[in-house]
C-alpha cells in the first residue's frame, strides 16, 4: 500500500477517535473496528454519543482552535458517512480506496505492535 493512503487513514481514523472522546458521551468509551478487502479499507469508529447536526461547510478561521476533524476526515478518505441511533450512539465509516505502491514490495518489511 502507498505511503500516502496509510497516513490518509491514520489521520483520518485519528481525527474520528479524538471526537469520540471528546463528543462520545459518559466514560468517553469508543470502539474501532477495521476490514480490509476488495481494494479498500473500511473503518467503523463507534460511541455512545449524541452525534453531529451537520458537516461543517468550510473550514474554520485559523484562529479558531477546534471544528476541523470532519473535514479533514472528509478531505482524505474517499467515502464517510455516520450513522446515528437515538440513544444508542454514533458510528463514523470511513471508507479508502487502497492505493498500491510498486516500490513497497522492494522494502524490508516491518511488523507494529499497538
Do not use: Q
Not at 18 to 42: L, M, Q, T
Not at 49 to 67: A, I, K, Q, Y
Not at 70 to 97: A, C, N, Q, W, Y
Request: glycine share 10%; with cysteine.
Amino acid at each position: 500500500m502507498s505511503e500516502t493512503c496509510i497516513a490518509d487513514m491514520l489521520l483520518a481514523v485519528s481525527e474520528a477517535c479524538s471526537n469520540a472522546v471528546r463528543h462520545g458521551g459518559p466514560a468517553n468509551r469508543y470502539e474501532v473496528s477495521a476490514a480490509i478487502g476488495y481494494g479498500r479499507c473500511d473503518v467503523r469508529v463507534a460511541d455512545s454519543g449524541d452525534g453531529l447536526p451537520t458537516m461543517p461547510p468550510h473550514f474554520p478561521p485559523p484562529d479558531t482552535e477546534n471544528g476541523r476533524g470532519l473535514l479533514i476526515m472528509r478531505s482524505v478518505v474517499d467515502e464517510i458517512s455516520f450513522g446515528i441511533t437515538p440513544g444508542r450512539g454514533t458510528t463514523v465509516h470511513l471508507r479508502k480506496h487502497l492505493a498500491w505502491d510498486d516500490s513497497a514490495d522492494a522494502r524490508p518489511r516491518e511488523l507494529a505492535a499497538v
